[in-house]
């Protein structure tokens, strides 16, 4: 199929908005013919024009002192008024031998007509380095010229729709975040009585359970949902064999994926979400999601789109294609806009970032990330390095390290006094001073769940060790005599 086809068909799978913005690859193929006409009424075909190109010196002189050819061109591109004009310039020796030559037909394209213009005398410094050529000819190139506006104007209008695309997404992000933040409050919400960041020495269990229990909250709900986005690995992998980002086709088999899972624990409907702020959020937060997945499609297309379009036309035209030569990257390669430049009349008026640049894709995933993610606190940042599980009643070492209550009494009493960590000496003088109650609040806030069972846990795991310690064994059933 016709990367023409192809690309139409991309198209109609995205938003309108990115489609009615996409590059007019169609159109500009029909203007890379009318290139090849132009040319070919100036005599010009592609095999003529490529040794004239081919016989052009370097533009830093470097080989000025060869002896001069019949004729040398350079494709250059002239800027006035922000206008992008290309053009060739051709510099003709003018002896009777190299007129006889150029009045004979090539493979019978016509000859190399009048100089449009003689610029022999042009206050050009280049002009003096073909002093043994005795006539300059510059040719416009007009329909090249509505080639290269009509791709530049397109990137230029497409980069100032993505810029937009960013703006209302950081917005509604920042709008998300509030919602999901209010509908899945942790205690303290429900109660004026509780300090999540009290520094006081409350014993754990002395905090009620009670108001969190009966009020309306989808704290649990946001954290099993945000915890399957993050095993998804939507758009970034984080495994040490496919680290990055991922292709737009596994994001998009990634993120249907995660939206059927949800489905099958009923996070999409109102059996786990109690609250309809949540149901109304959960279906933005999906919408954000398709948003970046449909931006990730559009720049892969358009940035194929150019590359093969510039190809086409360096093929097509025997014109070359001015630097930088863009990469042939497309899964990392991101397309950017720039004014064209005076200074550098050979450079293109738009170019693209090299592979592993920050694209528009990746920008709106690490501003999910850090803006979204983090509302609702993860229970693996809170865990005993020991034991693994919630490092519940926290008990931070003189060296910083942290662990839970019951993982430092059983290294005390085994007299294991280096911290696991760092082997600092720590754990043998370590009592209840050592108490993270500010820790303990937060915890106790936010993961109270949790929290109520692990202190069943260590109560039950403390008593075994107090039986055990009278000479009972615990897993012994009692019989009576």
Known sequence: ??????????????????????????????????????????????????????????????????????????????????RIEPRLRLWVNNTPQSHDHLDEPSNGEPSIPEPVENSQESSNPQSTAHEPYTHEVVIPLVSDTAFFELLTSALQALATHLLAVQNDFMATLKSLAVTIASTSHPMSATSSSFRPHSSLSNPAASLSQSIFAHSKNDLYAWREIFQLYMDAE?????????????????????????????????????????????????????????????VKKFQVATTEATRKILKKHTKRTALPLPSPTPSTSTSSTALTTA??????????????????????????????????????????????????????????????????????????????????????????????????????????????????????????????????EMGVDPNQSCLVM
């Open 1 to 82: 199929m016709h990367f023409s086809k192809t690309y139409s068909q991309i198209l109609l799978t995205l938003p309108p908005e990115l489609r009615d913005n996409a590059i007019q690859y169609r159109q500009l193929k029909k203007l890379i013919n009318q290139v090849v006409v132009e040319l070919s009424a100036h005599g010009l075909s592609p095999a003529i024009l490529q040794d004239l190109l081919d016989a052009s010196p370097s533009l830093d002189g470097s080989d000025l002192g060869a002896t001069p050819t019949q004729a040398k061109a350079i494709y250059e591109f002239h800027v006035e008024d922000e």
């Open 234 to 294: 939507v758009f970034e992998s984080a495994r040490e064999a496919s680290r990055g980002e991922v292709s737009a086709e596994d994001s998009e088999t990634r993120l249907r994926l995660f939206i059927d899972q949800m489905k099958e624990r009923g996070l999409s409907d109102g059996r786990k979400l109690k609250m309809q702020e949540s149901r109304v959020a959960l279906k933005t937060f999906v919408e954000l999601n398709l948003l970046i997945l449909s």
């Open 339 to 468: 004014p064209p430049s005076v200074s550098q009349p050979q450079g293109l008026p738009f170019s693209f970032a090299p592979p592993g640049a920050i694209t528009l894709p990746r920008v709106l995933v690490q501003a999910l990330g850090e803006t979204l993610l983090p509302v609702i606190p993860h229970i693996d940042d809170y865990s005993c390095l020991i034991c693994t599980s919630i490092a519940f009643k926290p008990i931070r070492l003189t060296c910083g390290h942290l662990f839970c209550v019951r993982c430092l009494v059983k290294m005390q009493k085994r007299g294991n006094g280096d911290c696991p960590m760092c082997r600092a000496p720590s754990v043998l003088v370590a009592n209840r001073s050592n108490v993270d109650w500010a820790l303990l609040n937060f915890m106790q806030d936010w993961f109270p769940q949790e929290t109520k069972a692990k202190l069943k846990h260590n109560e039950r795991e403390a008593a075994q060790e107090e039986l055990i």
